[in-house]
T-cell receptor, first 111, second 116 residues
Framework: KNEVEQSPQNLTAQEGEFITINCSYSVGISALHWLQQHPGGGIVSLFMLSSGKKKHGRLIATINIQEKHSSLHITASHPRDSAVYICAVRSGETSGSRLTFGEGTQLTVNP | NAGVMQNPRHLVRRRGQEARLRCSPMKGHSHVYWYRQLPEEGLKFMVYLQKENIIDESGMPKERFSAEFPKEGPSILRIQQVVRGDSAAYFC??????????????FGPGTRLTVL
């Protein structure tokens, strides 16, 4: 079993739909990241969370430390949101900041 | 403030040759991480460096791979005697020198290595 599990693996939505991507992890963490990888391959960091909720534009990320679960929500989805969304966790406060990644969720938003 | 820079963006090597991948972190960042993304797979940690020190190389293959981050100049990931299985996207990320584990990592555009 992977330390970081994402669901679903693939998601197809119509423009305007509300989207949720889930991430569960099995290790203690100091922070959780949500990343976006575009078809060209570049990676953008969307959020870093250690508790609660963060919002940026149409994107919302939440984390429940007790349940070891995080969600990424996209409101009013748009075709340009089509990308792979990757959950990554960072464990250890001082032993290094290596990230452990989920397998990613391929999101396709159709017009 | 320029982002994390990697070069080359694309690198083609024949089996047995050496590949050198460079990463210039964001200005002021002294922590560098290398990750590898094999075709159709997720990202995997390789190595974490600070200036002149390897902090964690537990994700590096034991042979043929090495990394450095000298006092001056970019971080280098070096792959000797490349094999077809080394074909992948190699991403570098950097973070500033504050509390380890507390800062966002900023990713470079990646180097896509193809071994013929």
């Amino acid at each position: 079993k992977n330390e970081v599990e994402q669901s679903p693996q693939n998601l197809t939505a119509q423009e305007g739909e509300f989207i949720t991507i889930n991430c569960s992890y099995s290790v203690g963490i100091s922070a959780l990241h949500w990343l976006q990888q575009h078809p060209g391959g570049g990676i953008v960091s969307l959020f870093m969370l250690s508790s609660g909720k963060k919002k940026h534009g149409r994107l919302i990320a939440t984390i429940n430390i007790q349940e070891k679960h995080s969600s990424l929500h996209i409101t009013a989805s748009h075709p340009r949101d089509s990308a792979v969304y990757i959950c990554a966790v960072r464990s250890g406060e001082t032993s290094g900041s290596r990230l452990t990644f989920g397998e990613g969720t391929q999101l396709t938003v159709n017009p | 403030n320029a982002g994390v820079m990697q070069n080359p963006r694309h690198l083609v090597r024949r089996r047995g040759q050496e590949a050198r991948l460079r990463c210039s972190p964001m200005k002021g960042h002294s922590h560098v991480y290398w990750y590898r993304q094999l075709p159709e797979e997720g990202l995997k940690f390789m190595v974490y460096l600070q200036k002149e020190n390897i902090i964690d190389e537990s994700g590096m293959p034991k042979e043929r791979f090495s990394a450095e981050f000298p006092k001056e100049g970019p971080s280098i990931l070096r792959i000797q005697q490349v094999v077809r299985g080394d074909s992948a996207a190699y991403f570098c990320a950097s973070s500033p020198p504050s509390l380890a584990g507390k800062d966002t990592q900023y990713f470079g555009p990646g180097t896509r290595l193809t071994v013929l």
